[in-house]
């Protein structure tokens, strides 16, 4: 069974600073996905990554794959206020097609 | 280009009831996904059709079952409401899993 990990579950910091959200999975996967989700309100997709080695970015999110290690990061560069919200990293099983979400990271960044 | 649209938004059902929830898919989107998210946790993923079939189930019991339509619109329904279902579905629509796209919900109340 395939499980996804992330950490930390909860985030406190101050606007300007730099952080990284770990996403560890357990078996193979070929599909990788970022979703943020705001308070009451739906995901939206942030990135996906299908390949090792492969690098998104989209204005202060980066995302980043290292398939052997089984491990994605999305790292925040000089953090503002609008960011704070639920990150959720979810994995493809290849085995059967299911998509697994981490239980998410909840950001919440200081002015 | 729609996105994809679920209903009701909210609705409000009594043990031991059923429930119907609808999710239109985004056009291009021959693959749908539905999710269970309870209250501060990740998504939980029910099960996905492709074309019409069923190609991946999570750990829901087969109380939950699902439809997918030729216009690739899907349905999911929920016999013999429990409490514990109580919770945001989301429904997700993707072109054969290339990125997901999410609609807004559906908040069900189990009383």
């Known amino acids: 069974e395939l499980k996804v990990e992330q950490n930390p579950l909860f985030l406190s910091m101050q606007e300007g600073k730099n952080y990284t959200i770990y996403c560890n999975y357990s078996?193979?996967?070929?599909?990788l996905y970022w979703y943020r989700q705001d308070p009451g309100k739906s995901l939206e997709s942030l990135f996906v990554?299908?390949?090792?080695?492969a690098v998104k970015q989209e204005g202060r999110l980066m995302a980043s794959l290292d398939t052997k290690a089984r491990l994605s990061t999305l790292h925040i560069t000089a953090a503002v206020h609008d960011l704070s919200a639920t990150y959720f990293c979810?994995?493809?099983?290849?085995?059967?097609?299911?998509?697994?979400f981490g239980k998410g990271t909840r950001l919440h960044i200081l002015p | 280009e729609t996105g994809v649209t679920q209903s009701p938004t909210h609705l409000i059902k009594t043990r031991g009831q059923q429930v119907t929830l609808r999710c239109s898919s985004q056009?291009?989107?021959?693959?749908v996904s539905w999710y269970q998210q309870a209250l501060g946790q990740g998504p939980q993923f029910i099960f996905q059709?492709?074309?019409?079939?069923?190609?991946g189930r999570g750990n829901f019991p087969p109380r939950f079952s699902g439809l997918q339509f030729p216009n690739y619109s899907s349905e999911l329904n929920v016999n013999a409401l429990e409490l514990d279902d109580s919770a945001l579905y989301l429904c997700?629509?993707?072109?054969?899993?290339?990125?997901?796209?999410f609609g807004s919900g559906t908040r069900l109340t189990v009383v």
């Open positions: 059709y492709y074309r019409e079939e069923e190609n």
């Open positions: 979810a994995v493809v099983w290849n085995r059967d097609d299911k998509i697994i």
């Open positions: 990554l299908l390949s090792n080695g």
């Open positions: 997700a629509s993707s072109f054969r899993g290339d990125g997901y796209t």
């Open positions: 056009s291009g989107h021959n693959t």
């Open positions: 078996t193979t996967s070929d599909r």
